[in-house]
């Protein structure tokens, strides 16, 4: 084994103290298998009680040209015995499968953090796709990192031997031996692996046995004298969270978990109308496995039939629910009107990615607020709520479903592809602690008549299902007279219906706004939103720790927003809007409550760096801070 | 739609007391009468009657019926519709749409109705122009027709409804004629259709294209010009003199003389309305009579039926219990001592 020489500095090494937590990233070809090993390892590091984050950075393309530097797929877990909100800034370990896979992830690794290199990989021709002029592996260039070539093609091929694969197949096992390396490296137990191996490959045993064997030959090969020096296993004990029962849980999971939750707590059937788009489809995958939670999920032949069957189904009596993306949410779009014009409940998730256009599919953003917000023809007002992360979807979810069916509203529910791809620890909610809020259909005329277009108390009209007698009535897009819900053109009607809109949904009821981290009132508040939570947080911590006068402030009521908000941001000095976006929600603030938010941003399809937000939050605050 | 107990009704009782909107003389007034008139002898119950249309002239349509009644968007009825049917297969659905709102707009959604089968009835009120925006070529307009966005004439290619409803799967294909006595029978067997039932209707636009159908509509001619086909009977026309034969030669129906009643000597085909070859033959005649009631009519199982019985399939043996679902896959406990590594 070659190790390059060390020159890290001793600058370098008073800015990388030894962290309460490590961060790994693993990075490959798109046919490596580098999501898979990256699940993998992130279950078995939660069955350690290590809390974490994860980031899955995949390319759009499905099996892109080999060993480019396009077609690589990285995977980055951030793990420890601190509370874990971020996948990590920088990683201590990189793994990378060939050159490409080096080449676009080696500037992040920290300075005098450790490399893992497959060698059998850095051959002539795959060092020309990743544009290599030498082989970095046997020059200088990667003197300030730790370097730790294997072998790991030749030596998985020879775990595998004995199970007769052919080349390519037995290559294939690479990721499980780079996988059994990295548990031997952090003491992660093999057997869970061991299991989901069997079970995903009960058809082929022989497949099974063979990644097995590459999983343990890896992790021998850490275990016996073959690696030496500084690499040795490193123990993060586990984090000391809340009591109680834990799983892992990604965005996806947890909001169709969350939706279905909803509709029960309704005394619903849900009605989900989808049409696959990344990075939403996987709610609609997680649904259609749960019909015995009266749970129908359509696969429409467009997003617009989508929504409009969702619509449907909520006219029939279901909770009707659809989800998108941005560019399909613009398609819902007309939809959606109709949704408020004729008062129905329908819950629209939009799992955020880059855009405009077709964007960035696979990589994140939050830029689709203003779609959110405002973005519909005529006056057009909709409740928005955003999720902040993956474990936080479950209640943003139930929170969507409450609103639409008390309000008789559409509801907009942003996530973004980070939260929906991401997996966390989420401690396993004991649904009795939640409250019904169950549905009343309107079953006969109340005295003084029929009239669907009457209020209650919450100004919602009252559902009626089709089916139910003496309560006949027609509904549409066309304005409705106040009251009888026939045409009606009149100036004065369509002043009234705009403002009754308007007034409806400015009335529901959200919680007051509160502060995560801080104080109410002082020098600077970080206000966010969705899944700049963590990196938010922990800059804020970090800042706070330096003495810094700043607190944290996240926004889950998107439109309407809180009561209290506007007095809670006059409280501060100077406000900062970290977002992935060119300043949306600093937009609706300014406008809101014509305070001088001050906007951070960052669309380049990744997260935000807690350093990043922390450089902010000292620029803002100036030399004197305190 | 479960068997039921037929339920009395009278054509009053499906009347709205809405104010019905469309142009003095317009055929859309006589479809609402046929319909209005039929629902009675269907024996079904008003509130069990959905009626759900997309945007044109012909979808104000439901604000006219004494039933639940959704005025969507434009073309999107038939999405609407789907999830009203999913969500609730008891319901009898009808679709009223147009050319422009079925084939052009929602040209997409009608294909996929119609391949799925919802057992719904879908009226599509034809009248080749789009009425309401005033008077602009729609999708089944003929080359040539002049409109205000065509005034030089159209240059494009007519869609065929029924064509594009066979070429889409459906299961039955009918026509009728807005002032056609005939009409109501032909609602009375798309309703008895176990599945997407697909109702042409030329629909006279008196305003924007005034007797596009005469030739075959106006009384002189329709004699020698309508063909009323019926499951079972020879298909004649002009008073039997007429009747449609199949040349082998080039695998298509032509007009043939009948003698002194004599129509299997003259080789004319007996109407079977399972047949897709003739049904498809019939929508591309062209030189002939045009042909009417009930094309194809050959039920197979439901869209609405598939997914109910999937669901109750997939849940079967399955208790719902939201406590074990969100306590799903590999689960650990935390105990408050950070269990040793």
Not at chain 1, 225 to 244: D, H, K
Not at chain 1, 467 to 476: E, Q, V
Request: aromatic share 8%.
């Amino acid at each position: 084994m070659a190790t390059a020489v060390h020159k890290v500095t001793s600058e370098e090494a008073a800015a990388n103290p030894p962290p309460e937590a490590v961060v790994v990233r693993f990075a490959g070809d798109s046919g490596d298998g580098m999501q898979l090993t990256g699940g993998q390892f992130t279950l078995s590091t939660a069955l350690t009680g290590n809390d974490l984050a994860t980031f899955p950075d995949f390319p759009a393309e499905i099996r892109a040209p080999q060993g480019t530097l396009f077609g690589v797929s990285a995977f980055q877990i951030n793990f420890g015995s601190t509370s874990i909100e971020t996948a990590g800034d920088a990683p201590d370990v990189l793994i990378a499968m060939n050159p490409a896979a080096l080449k676009v992830n080696v500037e992040t690794l920290k300075p005098g953090g450790l490399i893992i290199a497959d060698e059998g990989e850095f051959s002539d021709r795959n060092l020309a796709k990743a544009k290599y002029d030498a082989n970095p592996l046997e020059d200088d260039s990667l003197a300030k990192w730790q370097l730790m070539k294997l072998n790991i093609s030749q030596l998985t091929l020879d775990a595998v031997k004995p199970f007769g694969l052919g080349n390519k197949e037995a290559l294939r096992c690479k990721n499980m031996w780079t996988l059994g390396l990295a548990l031997w490296m952090f003491d992660r137990d093999r057997q869970p692996i061991i299991d989901w191996l069997k079970a995903k490959f009960a058809r082929a045993p022989e497949l099974a046995e063979a990644n097995i064997a590459a999983l343990d030959a890896g992790h021998a090969y850490g275990e016996t004298a073959e690696i030496g020096g500084q690499v040795g296993q490193l123990s993060v004990p586990a984090a000391s969270v809340e009591e109680g029962l834990y799983r892992t849980v990604t965005g996806a999971e947890s909001i169709s978990l969350g939706l279905v939750a909803g509709a029960q707590l309704a005394g619903l059937p849900m009605f989900f109308g989808g049409y696959p788009i990344t990075p939403a489809s996987a709610i609609l995958h997680h649904l259609s496995r749960l019909k015995e939670y009266g749970v129908t999920t359509f696969q429409a032949e467009d997003e617009i039939a989508a929504v409009a069957a969702a619509i449907g189904g909520s006219y029939a009596g279901q909770l009707g629910v659809t989800s998108s993306s941005g560019p399909g949410i613009a398609l819902k779009t007309e939809a959606i009107g109709l949704a408020i014009m004729t008062e129905l409940p329908l819950v629209v998730v939009n799992s955020q990615r880059g855009g405009p256009s077709t964007g960035l599919p696979t990589k994140t953003e939050q830029s689709d607020l203003y779609q959110a917000v405002y973005g519909r023809n005529g006056d057009a007002p909709m409740p928005v709520i955003a999720a902040r992360s993956a474990a936080d979807c479950f209640d943003a979810a139930i929170e969507a479903c409450r609103i639409a069916t008390q309000y008789m509203t559409p509801v907009m529910l942003l996530t973004d592809g980070y939260i929906a791809n991401a997996a966390e620890p989420w401690k396993v909610p004991d649904m009795s602690g939640y409250s019904p809020f169950p549905v009343r259909f309107l079953e006969e005329a109340p005295e003084g008549g029929f009239q669907p277009y009457a209020r209650d108390e919450k100004l919602a009209r009252p559902w009626v299902k089709p089916g139910t007698p003496g309560l006949l009535h027609r509904i549409g897009g066309i304005e409705k007279k106040a009251g009888s819900g026939n045409i009606d053109y009149s100036p004065e009607n369509h002043q009234a219906m705009t403002d009754l809109r308007a007034d409806k949904v400015a009335r529901i009821a959200v919680p007051d706004q509160d502060i995560e981290i801080g104080e109410v009132g002082g020098k600077l508040a970080v206000v966010g939103w969705g899944s700049t939570f963590g990196p938010i947080t922990q800059a804020v911590r970090r800042a706070r720790k330096k003495g810094l006068d700043v607190s944290h402030i996240h926004i889950r009521h998107i439109w309407p927003m809180p009561k209290n908000l506007g007095e809670l941001l006059k409280g501060y000095d100077k406000v900062l809007v970290p977002e992935m976006n060119t300043g949306q929600l600093k937009t609706l603030l300014r406008d809101q409550y014509l305070i001088d938010a001050k906007p951070l941003n960052k669309v380049s399809g990744q997260p935000f760096r807690i350093a990043e937000i922390e450089d902010a939050i000292e620029a803002a605050l100036g030399a004197d801070g305190k | 739609m479960n068997e039921m107990t037929p339920v009395q009704t009278t054509l009053k009782d499906w009347e709205s007391d809405q104010e019905v909107r469309w142009c003095p003389g317009c055929g859309d007034y006589a479809v609402l009468k046929a319909v209005q008139r039929t629902m009675p002898d269907l024996g079904v119950a008003r509130e069990n009657t959905v009626f759900i249309s997309g945007i044109g002239c012909s979808s104000r349509f439901p604000y006219y019926m004494e039933t639940y009644g959704f005025h969507t968007i434009h073309g999107r009825a038939p999405a609407v519709a789907t999830g009203v049917k999913l969500a609730n297969p008891d319901l009898d659905v009808w679709i009223i749409t147009g050319d422009g709102d079925a084939l052009s707009i929602g040209g997409n959604h009608m294909m996929h109705l119609l391949r799925r089968n919802l057992n719904t009835q879908v009226l599509l009120f034809n009248n080749e122009i789009y009425g309401l925006t005033k008077g602009q070529y729609s999708p089944t307009s003929r080359v040539g027709t002049r409109s205000p966005s065509t005034p030089f004439g159209s240059v494009d290619s007519p869609a065929s409804p029924c064509a594009f409803a066979l070429g889409s799967g459906a299961r039955f294909v009918a026509r009728g004629i807005d002032v056609h006595k005939n009409l109501p029978n032909v609602l009375k067997a798309a309703h008895a259709h176990q599945g997407a039932a697909f109702v042409e209707i030329f629909q006279n636009c008196i305003v924007y294209n005034d007797d596009v159908f005469a030739p075959f509509t106006a009384k002189p001619n329709a004699a020698a010009n309508q063909l009323w086909l019926a499951h079972g009977e020879p298909m004649l026309f002009d008073k039997g003199t007429k009747g449609i034969a199949l040349d082998v030669k080039t695998l298509s129906l032509n007009v043939v003389d009948v003698v002194e009643g004599d129509w299997e000597g003259a080789g004319v085909l007996v109407h079977d309305q399972t047949n897709r070859t003739i049904a498809h033959m019939l929508v591309e005649m062209t030189g002939g009579p045009v042909a009417l009631g009930v094309l194809y009519d050959d039920p197979k199982p439901t869209f609405d039926s598939a997914v109910i019985e999937q669901n109750r399939s997939a849940s079967e043996g399955k208790t719902p219990d939201l406590q074990k679902l969100v306590s799903q896959g590999q689960t650990w406990q935390v105990t408050k001592q950070p269990h040793p590594m």
